[in-house]
């Protein structure tokens, strides 16, 4: 199947994607793409960030590709380690996801991140075809840890090498290669 038969379930994360993140765009250009809403951009609870994905993942009737970015990856594995039925999703592509577990600059405290359920970040195999995208300068993950977070979650891994934390402060705009790994998922 080609990517065009696929709805791509953008999941943005902290603060939303805005009109010059490659998430958006990507959205943009898609005609089956449908972007999960959060009640609370500025405030993730665990919680409520996987209801509002599985809400969008139960709705829809044709093969899936979930693309996550920063929390929005780590939704998506919060959501693979408890969802009752992913039967329409055929991949993920996680893009920059961070270490809720250390310490990271401009986030609360790691307690304060465990208190809203986003650690312990579950380790197991997803469910489907999965690349982890990472960059060797991301200030919210190592690359090891990155690399640690694919090989449990049986995923591609593919390193950017400085790309910061892979969104437009970091030159991610547009990102054509975003589209082929969503491509390889879909194949």
């Known amino acids: 199947m080609s ?3 696929h709805a791509l379930v953008i ?4 603060g939303n994607s805005g009109p010059e993140h490659w998430q958006t765009l990507l959205e943009q250009s898609h005609d089956k793409a449908l972007r999960v809403i959060q009640e609370n951009w500025s405030r993730p609870m665990r919680g409520q ?5 599985d809400h969008a993942v139960q709705n829809l009737d044709s093969p899936s590709i979930l693309v996550g970015h920063s929390a929005g990856a780590m939704t998506i594995v919060h ?7 992913s039967s329409n999703v055929v991949g993920a592509l996680l893009v920059a996801p961070p270490d809720m577990e250390a310490a990271l600059p401009g986030m609360p405290p790691p307690w304060m991140v465990r208190l809203a359920g986003w650690a312990p970040i579950p380790l197991q195999r997803l469910p ?11 200030l919210m993950c190592s690359i090891a840890r990155s690399q640690d977070f694919a090989r449990a979650w049986g995923s591609r891994f593919v390193d950017l090498g400085p790309a910061g ?3 437009p402060e970091a030159g991610f705009g547009a ?8 491509e390889s998922l879909a194949a």
């Open 11 to 14: 999941v943005p994360g902290y």
């Open 128 to 138: 489907w075809k999965s690349i982890v995208v990472a960059s060797s300068n991301d």
């Open 49 to 53: 960030w996987v209801k509002a994905l």
């Open 175 to 182: 990102w054509p290669q975003a589209r082929s790994l969503i």
């Open 3 to 5: 990517i065009d038969e």
């Open 165 to 167: 934390h892979i969104n």
């Open 79 to 85: 959501w693979a380690s408890r969802a009752a039925s």
